[in-house]
C-alpha cells in the first residue's frame, strides 16, 4: 500500500509518572480525585471520546502499572478504544519515549496529552487530529496570553528582578495539550534530541529543534493544567457545571 493510501490510525500518549508535588501531599497527581474519578480517568475519557483516537497509552509510574491498569478496568470507558499501560521512566521525556515505543506499528499520528488536563473538550482533540492528518508534521493548541508578559533576569526566589525585555503579546501563545505529531517525526525527535537535566516537557519543543515545522489551532479555556490547589477548584466548578448542563 502506497503511504498515500495508507489509512490514518492515531493514539494518544498520556504521561502520568509524576508526582505533582505542587498540589500538596497525598496520591500522584494524576490520581487525585476531580468529581469522586481520578483525573488520569478525566484524561484518557477526553481522549477516547474522539473517535479518531483508537488506542490510549497510559504510561503510569514505575511500581504502578498494575494498579493503573486497574484503576481503568474499574471505570467506564468507550469499548471502541483500546487501552495499553506502560511502566514510564524517570523523566516526562522518558516516559513518553517509553508509550512511543508500546504503540502498533499500524499507528500513523500521536497525540501527547498531560494527565494533568483533566477536562479539554473532544472539539479541541479533534482540530489537532484534522490538522495532523493533514499533513502537519505537528500541531499545538494554544491560547492568546491575556496577561502582559515581562522577560527579567533571575534572582534568588524572593527578590526583585530586572525587566530585561517586554516580548509583543499578540505574537505569543499559552499552548495546551494534546500536542499531535506525525508518528515519524515524533519519533525522530526522540531519537535526536538528547536528554539533558529533567528532560524535555514539550514534545514540540522537541520537533521544533528538528527544523520541523509546528502549527497552532485553538485551544480552549477549559483545556487548563490542574497544577495547583487553585486550580482543582476550578476544575471542580468546570466539571460541577458540564455534569448540570449534560446530565453525564
Known amino acids: 500500500m502506497s503511504e498515500e493510501a495508507r489509512p490514518h490510525r492515531t493514539a494518544a500518549v498520556i504521561p502520568a509518572a509524576g508526582r505533582g508535588v505542587r498540589l500538596g501531599p497525598g496520591a500522584p497527581k494524576a490520581l487525585r480525585a476531580l468529581g469522586g474519578t481520578p483525573m488520569l ?3 484518557v475519557r477526553a481522549m477516547a471520546a474522539s473517535r479518531a483516537v483508537s488506542l490510549v497509552v497510559v504510561v503510569a509510574p514505575p511500581e504502578g502499572a498494575p494498579g493503573v491498569k486497574n484503576l481503568l478496568d474499574d471505570h467506564a470507558l468507550p469499548e471502541r478504544t483500546d487501552y495499553l499501560v506502560v511502566p514510564g521512566g524517570e523523566t516526562r521525556q522518558e516516559s513518553v519515549r517509553r508509550g512511543i515505543e508500546a504503540l502498533p506499528g499500524d499507528i500513523t499520528a500521536v497525540l501527547v496529552h498531560d494527565a494533568a488536563r483533566p477536562l479539554v473538550p473532544v472539539e479541541t482533540v479533534d482540530a489537532v487530529v484534522e490538522a495532523v492528518h493533514a499533513g502537519a508534521p505537528a500541531v499545538v493548541p494554544g491560547l492568546p496570553l491575556a496577561d502582559t508578559v515581562k522577560e527579567v533576569e533571575p534572582r534568588e526566589k524572593g527578590e526583585p528582578e530586572p525587566v530585561v525585555a517586554t516580548p509583543e503579546r499578540s505574537l505569543l501563545r499559552a499552548v495546551q495539550t494534546p500536542q499531535g ?7 525522530r525527535a526522540h531519537r535526536t534530541v538528547e536528554q539533558v ?15 520541523a515545522p509546528v502549527v497552532i489551532v485553538p485551544g480552549h479555556e477549559e483545556a487548563f493544567k490542574v497544577t495547583r490547589p487553585l486550580d482543582l477548584v476550578l476544575a471542580e466548578a ?3 457545571r458540564r455534569r448540570a448542563n449534560d446530565g453525564f
Open 238 to 240: 468546570v466539571l460541577a
Open 41 to 43: 480517568i478525566h484524561a
Open 197 to 211: 537535566g529533567e528532560g524535555a516537557t514539550d514534545c514540540a519543543g522537541m520537533v521544533e529543534r528538528l527544523g
Open 181 to 187: 505529531f506525525d508518528r515519524e517525526t515524533l519519533q
